[in-house]
């Protein structure tokens, strides 16, 4: 291991951060096969630099089948060859550590991917063998046995249940999997699952990382006791109880878990951090920031508010309320590697169902880009001043739309394919990110790119913006290193207009002031010196859709 791999600082280096999403097949490839790589990621340290970034949040490199992006993971503890190799992976933990970036990676616990060497023993050894054991395997109902053991629905499509076929060649038992049949959820009640990951959790913070997201950190333990098995057609948060007693998400001892990773974090200097990814209700995400725990949970509200005074104001409050209580801060999320890129969101105002939106007007949008822009930028300034982290995804800083119109044969995401009727296909945000304003895959390597990128990509690349006045990629630099300068303790007071208004006016305790206006017309500032803004002041007013900070 390259000597320089662990960075110091302080402890709390988190709570006010800006992290960059890598989806690593998407980011750079570095040899020309057409899926990003590590190498890629090396080559584009200078640029992560550039953007003035604290983090990197790399999403999944390991060893994949990729029937789900990489989150089907088939060996914790290694690299997929397409995407590089240990040796790779410090040489780039390093290169960031060297330019004062930290690492925080992908974990992905409720479930392995079908190549596991564990499952495919699994598949090998008899029922009731202690490798059954290690995932949730059960005998189907019906005579000989050829109904699903319950009616429990998976996040990708009809059912979460699959039948294997026996080492004797007869159907045999069904095995449980929330997301895609390639995707068998563990069981944690089993000791053996718990110790893996905990090798697992020690191996990377061992190489030097910085922390981990945590990858449905809800579902991890499931009411399996007594033959009893859950059932549910929905995954709406609604249908979920909220005291820790639902049985199949968030049940309360799923914090046993973080609170054995947690002894693992804390051996290191600074303390490891988590991150949960925790879709539960309101009053139950604290438990996965706790300080016992992960540490940090994402708060997702902002991916659904759109432009919404009420909404926005009322989502940050409780936000930052729910943090204060654990002693935890929060974190502002427009876009990731799961969603309609934000700018394509704002440009489409007055939508709720994305997935329907999505289905019925994929190919012919009607965006109104310019607005999806300003508000877009508006946005970011409006959560980059408020406490907190934010986490941004890659390519949100060149201001990249959304691709709508990928074919389905070219295709990768399962919940597209396994829920054609309702699903939203995930590539329209995980096409590679465009370098070069020409090219067969716009500078992203050599030899195209595993999902096909539009012709008008060129105008969002990296070389387009790069160093142009007024683009997206200079207003993030910009933006990204006023806030570094500006951050202050993590205290808010709200600025009131009365009743009519039509801005979030906040300041900070050092007398740095966001002011963002949602209404149609200019508004006047509040007294005290202009720092920045989304859109260009109009008479010295600051128009609509956007977003000025000030000192007082
Ligand atoms: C998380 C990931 C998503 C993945 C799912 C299953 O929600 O963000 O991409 O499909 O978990 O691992
Ligand atoms: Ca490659």
């Given amino acids: 291991m390259p000597e320089n791999t662990f960075l110091k600082g302080p402890a709390d280096w988190w709570r006010q951060a800006v992290i960059y999403q890598i989806y690593p097949r998407s980011f750079a490839d570095g040899n020309g096969d057409g899926i990003g790589d590590l190498k890629g990621v090396l080559e584009r340290v200078p640029y992560l630099k550039s953007l003035g970034i604290d983090a990197v949040w790399f999403s999944p490199f390991y060893p994949s089948a990729l029937a789900d992006g990489g989150y089907d993971v088939d060996d914790y503890r290694n690299i997929d060859p397409r995407i590089g190799t240990l040796e790779e992976f410090d040489q780039v933990l390093d290169a960031l550590h060297n330019v004062g970036i930290r690492v925080i990676i992908d974990i992905v616990p409720n479930h392995s991917g079908s190549g596991h060497k564990w499952f495919q023993e699994a598949l090998k050894a008899a029922p009731g063998s202690p490798e059954r054991d290690r995932y949730i395997f059960r005998d189907g109902k019906g005579e000989h046995g050829e109904i699903r053991p319950s009616e429990l629905v998976s996040h990708f499509g009809p059912t979460a249940w699959t039948r294997i076929t026996e080492p004797d060649g007869t159907p045999g038992q069904w095995y449980m999997h929330l997301f895609a049949s390639e995707q068998p959820d563990w069981n944690w009640d089993n000791e053996e699952v718990r110790a893996d990951f905990r090798k697992t959790i020690k191996f990377w913070c061992d190489r030097g990382v910085d922390g981990y997201r945590v990858d449905v950190a809800h579902a991890l333990i499931k009411d399996l006791k007594n033959g009893h098995l859950p059932e549910r057609s929905s995954y709406d948060v609604k249908v979920m109880k909220k005291d820790g007693t639902d049985d199949l998400f968030d049940r309360d001892e799923v914090h046993e878990i973080y609170a054995s990773w947690r002894e693992i974090f804390n051996q290191y200097e600074p303390p490891r951090m988590g991150v949960a990814e925790a879709w539960v209700h309101g009053n139950r995400r604290p ?3 706790s300080e016992k725990g992960l540490g940090q949970s994402f708060n997702f509200d902002m991916l659904y508010a759109g432009w919404d005074l009420k909404k926005v104001k009322e989502l940050a409050k409780n936000n930052l309320k729910a943090a204060a209580e654990t002693g935890s801060s929060t974190t502002w999320v427009l876009s990731n590697h799961d969603v309609i890129r934000h700018v394509t969101r704002f440009a489409v105002p007055g939508i709720h169902d994305w997935a329907r939106w999505y289905r019925e007007n994929r190919f012919d949008p009607k965006l109104d880009l310019e607005l999806g822009s300003a508000r877009a930028k508006a946005m970011t300034m409006l959560l980059l ?3 907190g982290s934010t986490y941004m995804y890659q390519g949100e800083e060149l201001g990249l739309p959304e691709v709508l119109d990928i074919q389905p044969k070219d295709m990768q995401d399962p919940s597209f394919f396994r829920n054609p009727e309702v699903g939203l296909s995930r590539d329209g945000c995980r096409v590679p990110l465009p370098w070069a304003t020409s090219g067969s895959s716009f500078g992203f390597g050599t ?19 790069d160093g142009q ?20 303790k993590e205290e808010i007071k709200w600025v009131g207009h009365g009743l009519f208004s039509k801005v979030i006016h906040f300041a900070r305790p050092n007398g740095w002031q966001s002011i963002t206006n949602f209404g149609s017309k200019p508004v006047k500032l509040p007294a005290g010196k202009l720092l920045s803004s989304s859109t260009p002041l109009v008479d010295g007013k600051l128009p609509a859709n956007a977003t000025a900070w000030l000192q007082a």
Avoid: C, D, N
């Avoid at 030899?447 to 913006?465: C, I």
């Avoid at 207003?475 to 006023?482: G, S, T």
């Fill in 287 to 289: 438990a996965y920031a």
């Fill in 385 to 387: 001043a408020l406490p």
């Fill in 447 to 465: 030899g195209g790119s595993h999902l096909p990128m539009p012709e008008w990509y060129g105008k969002y690349s990296v070389a387009a913006e």
């Fill in 469 to 488: 006045k007024g683009s997206f990629l200079e207003f993030y630099r910009e933006i990204v290193a006023l806030r570094k300068k500006l951050q202050t």
